[in-house]
């Protein structure tokens, strides 16, 4: 059992890894949990000041801007990831903006769905096409993107970011098919209503119809999702793809 746990603990030591929205909230615990792992990481945020100072913070991690709704920004960081790292060997596409919530369909403008699913869902994909090379040189490499469980059970009055979510979650599938001849694996998490400065918008009637409806009793909090996400970038995960695991105490099951 020692050796097992000592193995699990450097599973990911040396492994090169790239996250999007990393400097607060989920996304700056795994990049926290990461470098804590022994992973190296590259990470990228419109919230420069923040994400400056968590680089500053940890040891072996990078911060360099990044602006989703850019495709530019996107191949600039990359490259600049990549570059920093010296390759790399995973990508968890964090970064997602939500806009829509508290508004029902109808008060919904063109304007907030357009941005919705150019951060989310174009994003995603321009960010993981930009990485698929220097994922494919690994030998091993992993995509992790984080969905949401609003996807699974239809959250109302948050339209443009379920419907990206559940996009997100179909693409995972399609690109797990299209890289898995290039030894690349493609998951997605879809988590539950997190405790994160992000989600202090959601009201407090949302928060508490999560805490009645899970299996599990109590908020979900970011070390709640680390494991799942470090596992599927680890070698343990190697034969496991196109998968979405919900990780949300069982508010969901699938």
Not at 53 to 68: Q, S, T, V
Not at 185 to 191: C, D, E
Request: hydrophobic share 45%.
């Amino acid at each position: 059992m020692r050796d097992a746990l000592n193995a699990a603990s450097h599973a990911l030591d040396g492994r090169r890894v790239l996250v999007t929205g990393g400097a607060r909230g989920l996304g700056a615990a795994f990049v926290k949990a990461l470098v804590e792992h022994g992973a190296r990481v590259a990470f990228g945020d419109v919230l420069r000041e923040e994400g400056e100072a968590l680089a500053h913070e940890l040891r072996d991690a990078h911060f360099f801007p990044l602006d989703l709704n850019d495709p530019c920004s996107i191949s600039e960081f990359v490259a600049q990831s990549a570059q920093a790292l010296g390759g790399l060997d995973g990508l968890v596409n964090n970064a997602a903006i939500t806009n829509s919530g508290g508004k029902f369909a109808g008060e919904l403008t063109p304007q907030t769905w357009d941005a919705v699913m150019n951060v989310n869902v174009r994003g995603t994909w321009l960010t993981s096409v930009a990485c698929l090379p220097h994922l494919k040189a690994s030998g091993r490499g992993s995509i992790v993107n984080i969905a949401s469980d609003t996807a699974l059970w239809g959250a109302p009055r948050l339209l443009a970011y379920v419907a990206s979510k559940g996009a997100v979650i179909a693409m995972t599938r399609s690109l797990a098919r299209e890289f898995g001849a290039d030894n690349v694996t493609v998951n997605a998490i879809a988590p539950g209503l997190t405790e994160v400065e992000a989600t202090a918008y959601v009201p407090a009637e949302r928060h508490q119809f999560y805490l009645d409806g899970r299996a599990l009793t109590r908020a979900q909090v970011p070390d709640d999702v680390n494991g799942p996400v470090l596992f599927l970038l680890s070698d343990a995960a190697r034969f496991v793809t196109g998968q979405l695991l919900p990780v949300n105490g069982g508010f969901v099951m699938n």
